[in-house]
């Protein structure tokens, strides 16, 4: 528990990270001045390169996981992903093209929790247009909750599903195309 928190404060964001960042065991930056180490299948540590927009991307990623709950796993992130997509991704194509397949395999994988993560994001707001602003680091960790994961829940309705049918189609689409060109060139190159 942060030093803040035990002394009857508010916690606030920057605790809040640090405090999540001490549990994974994680530099304090979130590894973001690093290559980072992922393990799709808790077998075989793939090592990612940490591009300009990631090093950006990361720590508000990091953030919402704190602030939503979802695990730093690969069902975690099939979840983490449908949020972001409907609650507004980071705003860059290599973001869009590393992050649109976990949506899809979530939807294959996962799909009733996929699913209820994408509404919850169309009821809520990312991070990502505002950053980690001084200001929202010393703000309480509630409060920052409550903006980016309102408490009232909804039902979904057509206009949801159409959405996540949308992202849903695109990540197949994405996902199936370097097999595409693999079988075409294969079959190109047969005799």
Do not use: K
């Not at 950006?56 to 690969?74: I, W």
């Amino acid at each position: 528990m942060s030093s803040t928190a035990s002394r009857g404060e508010a916690l606030t964001v920057q605790d809040a990270l640090m405090d999540y960042y001490g549990r994974m065991g994680a530099p304090l930056d979130g590894s973001s001045a690093l290559a980072s180490r992922w393990t799709p299948l808790a077998r075989w540590p793939v090592t990612l390169p940490n591009f300009a927009w990631r090093r950006h991307a990361l720590p508000v990623h990091d953030l919402h996981h704190v602030l939503l709950g979802y695990p730093c796993t690969p069902r975690g992130e099939f979840e983490m992903a449908a949020w972001e997509f409907a609650a507004g991704r980071f705003r860059h194509v290599g973001a869009t093209a590393f992050c649109l397949p976990l949506v899809g395999l979530g939807a294959l994988i996962q799909p009733r929790r996929s699913f209820a993560a994408f509404i919850r994001g169309r009821a809520g707001r990312s991070l990502y247009a505002v950053g980690l602003t001084p200001e929202i680091l010393a703000s309480p960790i509630e409060d920052v909750r409550r903006v980016v994961w309102p408490a009232s829940t909804r039902a979904p309705n057509w206009c949801d599903r159409a959405a996540y049918a949308a992202w849903v189609a695109a990540a197949l689409a994405w996902i199936a195309l370097p097999i595409a060109v693999f079988a075409l060139g294969a079959a190109a190159a047969w005799p």
